[in-house]
């Protein structure tokens, strides 16, 4: 690490000085708070909207972030991002998602207008106005840092930031390959969640937390058995399984992916699953799950192609791109395929101690297929028994962690002094180490090409290791 580097990491409070080792303080001190509002917030691409909420020229959507508000506007060049605020005296002008009509955008306290191009077209009283204050620049809506990947709009305030796709790195293809730009929604749910925004993104950044908060997946076949495949006894639940029963229990762990996540696994995806559950299997189970997982894939392809679908082939991309069954997008953005659905999360911070959490079922469907896309969020109690099961699991518990690192001085990750607290494994939980560290980067004004390389490589998948991110 350069000394420059040095200096200016060692200017950030509560920063990581031992990358396994996370100061509790970053999860609600106010100040720290601050300082990611004003240095983190304003540099990085965030996640605005799908495309697909404003579909038609003229509609608009909304993203709010902090004390942020931009105009997500379709115009005639396609979605563009606008600051929403009024030219004159900077009254907001759009709430929630509409569509603009030939009247126009109106400012509802002097009325000047604006048209699905953001282009102003009425100032009352024009001659009031010295006429320099209304050159076009000055009064079109003013424009933000727009760019599309994965079927979303993505924004960023800062004009001089890396773009899009050189910031997301290696993830964008993984994804890319997978075919993230057809993906439409199926539903849309949020929720205020009583949690720091980074201890939501933790959530779904380690497996770890599966055997105790998701016992329902704990229970794996064969083919996804690993380290944590055991439970408290040592035992392989699914070992001495026949074939048969083994496919039968993949099945089974499918289904309950597809209840507790939505778009993980697709209703029409469990469909092609039961179609073909009575296929021939090999007498050698791992060698059975294996030709079931082939056929699957190739199955679920052709149907959603027959049914019109530009779905890619998935056994080839699965033997071909690596890829993780969570992806993270620094800050805030996440996408978990198995087959050809996604499900996706988005979290914005409300406060030091609460967040906006959305959670997305994603399908790619035939294009002419007619669907009652939603255009905002079903808001839900963050304990309500509407969620799927996943989520409802993982909301019992982050609320209460939040309340618990009050009580303890530091998170620990790997080895050291056995009087530490809050004790986490270096090996499974390490990309929450590799997040905190690069929002460390931001905090300290770290250049912008030693950001975008350590954001390629924070930009992975869950139950990372601790990785050397250049500082």
């Given at each position: ?238 070992e001495g399984l026949n074939p048969r029963d083994a496919v039968d229990l993949q099945i089974v762990n499918f289904k309950r992916l597809s209840s507790g996540m939505g778009g993980m696994v697709h209703e029409t995806e469990l469909e092609v699953l039961d179609r073909i559950s009575g296929m021939d299997l090999p007498e050698d189970t791992a060698l059975a799950l294996q030709t079931f997982y082939g056929a699957a894939c190739n199955a679920i392809t052709e149907d959603a192609r027959a049914r019109g679908a530009d779905m890619f082939d998935i056994l080839k991309v699965q033997q071909e791109v690596e890829f993780n069954a969570v992806e993270y997008m620094f800050p805030h953005f996440f996408l ?136």
């Amino acid at each position: 690490m350069s000394k420059n580097f040095a200096d200016a990491l060692a200017e950030v409070p509560h920063r990581i000085t031992n990358p396994e080792l996370i100061p509790t303080e970053r999860y609600f001190d106010p100040e720290f708070y601050e300082l990611e509002k004003k240095h983190l917030w304003p540099k990085v691409w965030q996640m605005a909207c799908r495309l697909e909420e404003i579909p038609e020229v003229g509609d608009y959507t909304i993203y709010n972030n902090l004390d942020q508000s931009v105009l997500l506007l379709h115009t005639s060049d396609g979605v563009k991002a606008f600051r929403n605020a009024c030219r004159h005296r900077g009254v907001r002008l759009a709430h929630g998602n509409g569509h603009c009509s030939d009247e126009g955008i109106v400012c509802p306290f002097h009325g000047w207008r604006w048209n699905r191009e953001g282009e102003n077209i009425f100032v009352f009283g024009r001659d009031l106005f010295n006429q320099d204050l209304l050159d076009r620049a000055e009064i079109d809506l003013a424009p933000v840092r727009c760019e599309y990947w994965a079927g979303c709009a993505f924004i960023n305030f800062d004009k001089d930031a890396p773009s899009l796709r050189d910031s997301l790195g290696p993830v964008a293809a993984r994804m890319d390959a997978r075919h993230a730009d057809k993906l439409k929604m199926d539903w849309w749910v949020g929720t205020i969640l009583p949690t720091n925004w980074k201890l939501a993104n933790e959530g779904f950044q380690e497996g770890y937390h599966v055997m105790q908060t998701h016992p329902q997946l704990h229970e794996r076949s064969y083919r996804a058995a690993d380290s944590y495949g055991e439970d408290f006894d040592g035992n392989r639940p699914n070992e001495g399984l026949n074939p048969r029963d083994a496919v039968d229990l993949q099945i089974v762990n499918f289904k309950r992916l597809s209840s507790g996540m939505g778009g993980m696994v697709h209703e029409t995806e469990l469909e092609v699953l039961d179609r073909i559950s009575g296929m021939d299997l090999p007498e050698d189970t791992a060698l059975a799950l294996q030709t079931f997982y082939g056929a699957a894939c190739n199955a679920i392809t052709e149907d959603a192609r027959a049914r019109g679908a530009d779905m890619f082939d998935i056994l080839k991309v699965q033997q071909e791109v690596e890829f993780n069954a969570v992806e993270y997008m620094f800050p805030h953005f996440f996408l978990l395929p198995t087959f050809g659905a996604m499900s996706s999360y988005r979290i914005r911070p409300l406060g030091p101690e609460s967040c906006f959490f959305e959670l997305w079922s994603l399908v790619i469907r035939p294009d002419d297929e007619p669907y009652d896309t939603p255009s905002e969020p079903t808001m839900l109690p963050y304990d309500s028994p509407d969620f799927p099961e996943i989520p409802r699991q993982d909301y019992s518990n982050l609320p209460i962690q939040q309340l618990g690192l009050h009580d303890i001085d530091f998170m620990r990750l790997g080895k050291g002094d056995k009087k530490e607290t809050g004790r986490m494994g270096s090996g499974g939980e390490g990309m929450i180490s590799n997040c905190h560290r690069l929002v460390d980067g931001y905090l300290a004004g770290l250049d912008d090409e030693s950001l975008r390389k350590a954001q390629n490589i924070v930009n992975s998948g869950f139950n990372e290791t601790v990785l050397d991110i250049g500082f």
